[in-house]
């Protein structure tokens, strides 16, 4: 989910199963999970990031469909849950966290702090927004939909240009505009 809406990782795992429009195959960003040192049992909070953060983000339909299947089998509200179907603490989060990096890398043997292969959440909302940006979707439309304040963070921030990728691309248009 998070490589394909560029959702926070708080936002994500606010979401409750009633924020999927599996009609239209969006989904809203209603409230934010938010851990503190203090509490790590997390905080449901409303009060989003920015202004900008309550916001519906289209999905890919093959993100829909397994999340429609996902619905079917659920007994909670929460769309990732605990096995007794509340919301994540921090340390269940982490433990979640630490298990989809092994995935990504099955034959490590090390902690994923020690781990070559270190995928975090926020790198996948990066990725998720150098890819609507690669899609040829406009800065302003990127930053409606990452939930930005301004474009200068969308930009600046979250657009990365991949050399290896994107070269060729770049000298085509410039050879089409002369």
Do not use: M
């Amino acid at each position: 989910l998070l490589c394909y809406s560029g959702l926070r990782i708080g936002e994500a795992l606010g979401l409750q199963w009633n924020d999927f429009d599996f009609t239209d195959g969006t989904v809203t960003v209603n409230r934010s999970i938010v851990y503190t040192r203090a509490n790590g049992t997390g905080e449901i909070n409303t009060d989003l990031k920015t202004a900008n953060a309550h916001r519906t983000v289209p999905l890919p339909w093959s993100v829909v469909d397994e999340f429609r299947r996902e619905r079917a089998k659920s007994r909670s509200i929460w769309v990732f849950t605990k096995a007794d179907g509340g919301h994540h603490t921090y340390r269940s989060y982490r433990s979640l966290w630490e298990l989809v990096n092994r995935r990504c890398d099955p034959n490590s043997k090390v902690s994923q702090r020690d781990c070559a292969l270190h995928v975090h959440p926020h790198l996948l909302r990066h990725t998720c927004i150098t890819r609507w940006f690669e899609q040829g979707l406009d800065i302003k439309e990127i930053q409606r939909l990452a939930g930005h304040a301004n474009a200068n963070i969308t930009l600046n921030i979250y657009t990365h240009y991949v050399d290896a990728e994107r070269l060729q691309q770049t000298a085509e248009k410039i050879r089409a505009a002369v």
